[in-house]
């Protein structure tokens, strides 16, 4: 009850303050490119029961559906270059405050996975990590996030499952607030992020 209050009045406090943010993010969407500033995709949330998150569109509307971002050929090609800056600074999961709200997601716990991923989907129910709701960020994010393997992943979401406590959530949402600030252990950072201008630079590049 005490983890759900904190969920529910952070949320609301960060959607009041940053909704100018939120709209000049959703217009740069629509501007730069045809489709919704809102992505909604099918993911599997607590008890294994399936919800619809909310993020910023970051790919070009043609993308392939139902497939993992990493999964994708040439995944650079389908993320737009306002995108790659929104996956860059996490800002992309910003509408999940929404989610929370809503009771489908808090601000922590395992990462919501996608319904393709049948294989990860069965590990972690054998361990158990379908107890606890999705989160915009977890443990694994704070201990290795995009270096991590599935399994890692788990055991990591495992641990956080059997420890919970309000005292370990506020201290995965500063670590998380610092490594999104030094962009550590984010593929597209290291893959993505020193190849073409940015939409914001090209925007307001002097001719």
Known sequence: MTKRIF????????????????????????????????????????YGRDFIIYKFRTMYHHTPKNKASRDLDNREDYITSFGNFLRVTSLDELP???????????????????????EFHQA????????????VTGYAQINGRDHCSFKEKIDLDKYYVENQSLWLDLKIII???????????????QKADDKAETFLEKLFKSK
């Open 7 to 46: 969920d529910i009045i952070l949320s609301i406090l960060l959607i009041i303050i940053l909704s100018p943010l939120l709209l000049v993010i959703a217009l740069i969407v629509r501007i730069e490119s045809n489709g919704p500033a809102i992505f909604k995709q099918k993911r599997t949330g607590q």
């Open 96 to 118: 999940q405050l929404f989610n929370i709200i809503k009771g489908e997601m808090s601000f922590v716990g395992p990462r919501p996975l996608i319904l393709a991923e049948k």
């Open 124 to 135: 972690r129910k054998n361990k158990g990590v379908y107890q606890a709701k999705p989160g």
């Open 175 to 189: 670590k998380t607030g610092i490594k999104v600030l030094k962009r550590e252990d984010i593929y597209e950072h």
